[in-house]
């Protein structure tokens, strides 16, 4: 079965192409790199000939409110476009736990449009909603480190997850029909996210609890990013995962 992973480069990608080859699959790497432009629409229909399943684990360069939003409404709707050109009969798509939930979050937001843009589109669906992964950890130290050189960050919980638990869901509803719906992974423990990063930066940055801080421009609450029930979990600790890096 061969399978275009759109953002197949990238950290979800590889792992998931890697899956997938394994199994016996055709997994094919769409990127600029390879000569494909989601947002300017470009090399859609040659890379996706042939394809049963579409893939998207795109992401934006520019996490700034209206670039994100402008990256996924264009990026979402060529792959859809191009997808249905090419009889794709399965579109999988990557997203985040809670997105609807935290309308003040610019990047839920523009997630949020993209799932839009998804279930209401020409082909058949699963959306993979994965809650934060363990490997962003220090990007959110360092995004939330202000010129004290500390990092304020809310007590609320995240429910964290491997990125290989995440790949590993992705390649087992490839393996699958649609199911026109949602589909959840998130990692085994809730935690903190101020405990979240600490655990993975120690003391630089140095970690500061603050209730009141906002998460990449929202304020969120214990249950805004964590899974509902029927979630997959994934198998992978946060304490192993910090003690083989």
Same mark, same amino acid.
């Given at each position: ?83 249905? #050109? @090419? ?5 999988? *798509?990557?997203? +985040?736990?809670? %997105?609807?939930?935290? &309308? !003040? /979050? ?22 993979? #909603? @994965? ?5 962003? *950890?220090?990007? +959110?130290?360092? %995004?939330?480190?202000? &010129? !004290? /050189? ?96």
């Amino acid at each position: 079965m061969k399978v275009v992973v759109f953002g197949g480069t990238g950290l979800i990608g590889r792992k998931l192409i890697a899956l997938l080859t394994a199994a016996g699959h055709e997994a094919v790497a769409a990127s600029p790199s390879s000569g494909v432009d989601t947002v300017a629409g470009t090399g859609l229909d040659e890379v996706l000939a042939g394809a049963a399943v579409s893939v998207d684990v795109t992401n934006s360069p520019s996490f700034a409110d209206d670039d994100v939003l402008a990256f996924f409404r264009a990026s979402t709707a060529h792959i859809l476009e191009a997808a249905s #050109r @090419a009889g794709v009969g399965h579109h999988v *798509a990557l997203s +985040i736990v809670g %997105a609807d939930r935290v &309308p !003040d /979050g610019g990047y839920l937001r523009a997630k949020v449009a993209q799932e839009d843009l998804i279930t209401s589109g020409p082909v058949p669906y699963t959306i993979v #909603r @994965a809650t934060q992964f363990f490997e962003f *950890a220090a990007g +959110i130290a360092a %995004a939330s480190t202000g &010129p !004290d /050189g500390t990092a304020h960050l809310t007590p609320a919980h995240l429910q964290p997850v491997a990125a290989d638990d995440v790949a590993a869901t992705l390649a087992d509803v490839v393996r699958g029909e649609p199911v026109k719906g949602i589909v959840e992974v998130g990692g085994p423990e809730k935690i903190g996210l101020d405990e979240f990063v600490r655990r993975a930066v120690g003391s630089d940055p140095k970690v500061v609890t603050d209730p009141a801080a906002p998460y990449f421009g929202a304020v969120i609450a214990d249950d805004s990013l964590v899974t509902g029930p029927g979630a997959r979990i994934g198998g992978i600790t946060y304490a192993s995962w910090l003690a083989e890096r």
